[in-house]
């Protein structure tokens, strides 16, 4: 009678084993999700980076333009003037010519530095702060993929455990089975 319950016994592990199969294979699903997950956010994030820093490459290249054909009118301006016969004696040099806002192409050309600068700087606090959100997605995946690593270790061990055991509860079955035996003499 105690094969009986042996067998019975075998039957419980492997609805265990096979629990611990099932749940083995949703934690890979789950680490291959999480890596897409990871990846989909990460694309996200540096697109909208490239968004933003776009924008403000293009907000700096229109006031670089503008400044531009306003130094280019100036210097053609000068030029016109300085060539022209009735000004021979009035001669302009690019300091002395300004723009209707009182602007020479010195304080152009540096509004062209200062606004290249201000570029500069915007772009470096809008890539920080992605890289920010960029370290923060790293570091949630990364937590996750390492509880998920962990609950899969004690899974497998789980199952390690209960194949062992079914491997002597099966050779104590056919221990009982051939000790039960009736033998004719």
Known sequence: MGWVTL?????????????YQLRDLQISREKR????????????????QQAEVNAEREKYYTTRDG?????????KEISE??????????????TDHTN????????LNQLISDAQLEYTQRSDEIKT???GELAMVEEEASDRETQ???EQTEVEAQMEAISQEMQAVSEAVSTEIQNSTIKLA
């Open 33 to 48: 999700q999480l890596a897409r997950q990871k990846q989909y956010e990460t694309s996200v994030i540096q697109n909208d």
């Open 7 to 19: 067998t019975l016994r075998k039957r419980e592990l492997k609805q265990s084993h096979a629990y």
């Open 67 to 75: 400044y531009r054909a306003q130094i280019s009118a100036m210097r």
């Open 129 to 131: 702060l992605y890289e």
């Open 81 to 94: 003037h300085n060539s022209d016969e009735n000004n021979k004696d009035d001669k302009w040099s690019e």
């Open 148 to 150: 998920l690593d962990m």
């Open 100 to 107: 209707d806002k009182g602007e020479s192409i010195s304080d």
